[in-house]
């Protein structure tokens, strides 16, 4: 099945600066990529995905670049604000199971 | 529309007894899912249901059931709990036949403490 590796597993940045979370998967059939975001004590809300016909797709200050050969795929966030303090979750298509694989989450904390 | 609605938000319970989550999905969404949420663990999937029938299962032991009746409401039932079952645990609808490869819309989750 697939698996998916999350770096790193907390960052902290200050206001205004850029954060970057970066994930590997094992599966080359994988074609989905969605990302996470999980406030304290809320539930998951997805924030962007990309799909394997596409190389990077954009929303305002969110970004997701998709590298299939290399099989990795990072979530770009520019200008963070408080509010984008929270856990971030990646995942990735398991074409087996016909279901998402997580990665492990990264706590974002956005210094004011 | 109202959002995905998880019954209860807490529970507490003891090693050996079983407990029963409900999952109300979003209208017009067949497809539901389940996760367990343990610190430091992502989202572990548990298994997924479409139209009444369990379409995949993640990698967890018998002990995890599910089923969802006509309604698409989801039941996961978890018998002989052990202290490790304590966790976060979250449905998610969608709308399409597979969550694999489309937006899923999750619930509060029901927080689960095994004494």
């Known amino acids: 099945g697939e698996n998916v590796e999350q770096h790193p597993s907390t960052l902290s940045v200050q206001e205004g600066d850029s954060a970057v979370i970066k994930c590997t998967y094992s599966?080359?059939?994988?074609?989905?990529f969605p990302w996470y975001k999980q406030e304290l004590g809320k539930r998951p809300q997805l924030i962007i995905d990309?799909?394997?016909?596409?190389g990077e797709k954009k929303d305002q200050r969110i970004a997701v670049t998709l590298n299939k050969t290399a099989k990795h795929f990072s979530l770009h966030i520019t200008e963070t604000q408080p509010e984008d303090s929270a856990v971030y979750f990646c995942a990735a298509s398991d074409r087996g199971r016909r279901a998402l694989t997580f990665g492990s989450g990264t706590r974002l904390q956005v210094q004011p | 529309k109202a959002g995905v609605t998880q019954t209860p938000r807490y529970l507490i319970k003891t090693r050996g007894q079983q407990v029963t989550l409900s999952c109300s999905p979003i209208s017009g969404h067949r497809s539901v899912s389940w996760y367990q949420q343990t610190p430091g663990q992502g989202l572990q999937f548990l298994f997924e249901?479409?139209?009444?029938?369990?379409?995949n299962k993640g990698n967890f032991p018998g002990r995890f059931s599910g089923r969802q009746f006509s309604n698409s409401r989801s039941e996961m039932n978890v018998s002989t709990l052990e202290l490790g079952d304590s966790a976060l645990y979250l449905c998610a609808s969608s709308l399409g036949w597979t969550s694999s490869n489309e937006k899923l819309f999750f619930g509060s989750g029901t927080q689960l403490s095994v004494l």
């Open positions: 990309i799909r394997s016909n596409v």
């Open positions: 249901y479409f139209s009444e029938t369990q379409r």
């Open positions: 599966d080359s059939a994988s074609n989905y």
